[in-house]
């Protein structure tokens, strides 16, 4: 049986994560391999797909940032108790965050298009507070998707803007937001890596950029899209989120190495939930969570290896029925499958079109 998820963390030995495919918070012990069913997330349908993008560490407490859910859930991991934090009211449309950081007790959730506010959630009592980006920068933002990975630089939160040559910045101190012009054509994403900043553009191909965002280096084509670029161990290096393989960029010039040895499982045909995004560090490894995957994909900076996924027979069952109540809720569309809700929303976008 295959495992789907798009957030999860590494707490000790053991792998929390929201199952992509329907609503369950499951762990996996990387000592064995073995996967539990934790609980469901309450206030959600057992069958609902894509609840959360990205998983935070804050204390004894994993914090779930919602994608398709209304809600932050809280996972008290010594306790074993969620709460639900009820976060779409503040937001004019669902389902659109893209990321989330923890600053000084204040967790910020971070929108995945330009119409969204970012929102500001007090840990300490829950009061959020809902800060707009100014219409001139919505502008240049694409309808669809605007954002998606958010990196932190000296108190300022950047994100390219996609398929532009902009990276928005929102500063924490002043609450004020600037436009840094690269010259690359169609950026996808940025990240800060120290007091560097890497960019990957739409086109395949990775950057390192100056900090008035001009390209001191360009690394040439990497694969057809969907680079991710990743620290450890003081190297910095990039790969697909659909698979293939995995590349050292050297940051002193604008060569790179392709490691033979490392590997990631090709996603031939890749749907939103199945995508290699979300990784942690644990035993100085780098831990791959799988994109509708039997198993982990372990990288120690030059080679990978697999850590198969092992199902408990009570597990088993739990997961063979949950999988089959959110098939059940999918429709054949176009050649994709699609939840019943999409299905009917493409169906009344063509009727007007």
Request: charged share 25%.
């Amino acid at each position: 049986m295959k495992v789907s998820f798009r957030a999860g963390i590494i707490v000790g030995n053991e792998l929390f994560f929201s199952h992509s495919l329907f609503n369950s918070l499951c762990s996996i012990d990387l000592m064995t391999g073995c996967i539990r069913f934790i609980r469901e997330f309450p206030c959600e349908s057992p069958e609902k797909k894509l609840l959360h993008c990205k998983a935070l560490r804050y204390g004894r407490n994993v914090l779930f940032i919602p994608d398709q859910s209304n809600y932050v859930h809280i996972y008290d991991f010594v306790e074993d108790s969620v709460k639900s934090l009820e976060v779409f009211r503040y937001s004019e449309s669902r389902y659109d965050f893209s990321d989330g950081v923890i600053i000084n007790d204040i967790l910020i959730i971070l929108p995945g298009r330009g119409e969204q506010p970012i929102l500001e959630v007090d840990l300490q009592n829950y009061k959020i507070r809902k800060v707009d980006i100014p219409d001139f920068y919505k502008s240049i933002c694409n309808s669809t998707e605007a954002f998606n990975h958010w990196s932190i630089h000296r108190n300022t939160l950047n994100s390219a803007i996609i398929g532009t040559e902009s990276i928005l910045s929102y500063n924490l101190d002043s609450n004020d937001f600037s436009e840094i012009k690269t010259n690359i054509s169609l950026i996808e994403d940025i990240y800060f890596i120290g007091e560097d900043l890497w960019a990957t553009s739409l086109d395949g191909f990775a950057y390192k950029l100056q900090i008035n965002g001009s390209v001191s280096k360009n690394y040439g084509k990497k694969c057809t899209t969907d680079l991710v670029i990743f620290n450890f161990m003081k190297d910095v290096f990039c790969f697909s989120s659909m698979g293939e393989g995995i590349y050292k960029l050297n940051s002193e010039c604008d060569a790179y190495t392709i490691l033979r040895n490392a590997k990631l499982l090709f996603i031939e045909k890749p749907r939103k939930e199945g995508l290699y995004g979300n990784y942690d560090i644990w035993d100085n490894k780098v831990i791959f969570f799988p994109p509708y995957q039997d198993e982990l994909i372990v990288f120690d900076g030059e080679e990978t290896s697999n850590l198969p996924i092992i199902f408990l027979e009570e597990d088993e069952k739990i997961f063979a029925s949950k999988l089959i109540l959110g098939m059940s809720q999918e429709i054949q569309y176009e050649g994709n499958y699609c939840s019943i809700e999409e299905y009917i929303r493409c169906l009344l976008v063509s009727d007007k079109e």
